[in-house]
């Protein structure tokens, strides 16, 4: 995940409300709202990780 590697990771408030830990998150019933903020999170660390060179 993209926290361990990016010290300007960016969390929504939504998802940081389930946040347990650094990068686990206790999820019980997603909803629109929380499914968009997972695929932006996973779409900055796609992005970070790209950048960085770790994508062949």
Do not use: P, W
Not at 19 to 43: N, R
């Amino acid at each position: 995940m993209g926290c361990y590697a990016n010290h300007e990771f960016h969390i929504s408030d939504n998802l940081r409300k389930l946040l347990k830990g650094k990068s686990c998150f206790h999820i019980k019933k997603v909803d629109e709202e929380l499914l968009a903020a997972l695929t932006e999170m996973t779409k900055q660390d796609y992005l970070f990780f790209e950048r960085e060179g770790y994508f062949g």
